[in-house]
């Protein structure tokens, strides 16, 4: 489930997740997973947008937290 707001040349995009992993995943830990995410993202042109994320998540493993910064786009 999520929410994505676009405003201009921004937006924003919340999800968070809740599932079961099998025994034979690969990224999680074996039984009940929980997760949410939550992105920034700007549009510089038609070509070009610049983000960051962050992500968490929750297994019988533990818990992971990641940050991701990223560019896509034309001419730069």
């Known amino acids: ?16 997740g809740i599932g079961r992993a099998e025994p034979s995943a690969q990224y999680f830990a074996a039984g ?14 038609a070509a070009s947008q610049i983000g960051v994320a962050g992500h968490w998540w929750s297994d019988a493993a533990g818990r992971r937290h990641t940050w991701r910064l990223w560019w896509q786009g034309g001419a730069w």
């Not at 009940?32 to 042109?45: S, T």
């Open 1 to 16: 489930m999520g929410v994505l707001y676009p405003e201009g040349a921004l937006e924003t995009m919340v999800t968070a």
């Open 32 to 45: 009940g997973i929980l997760g949410a995410c939550a992105v920034l993202r700007w549009r510089i042109d």
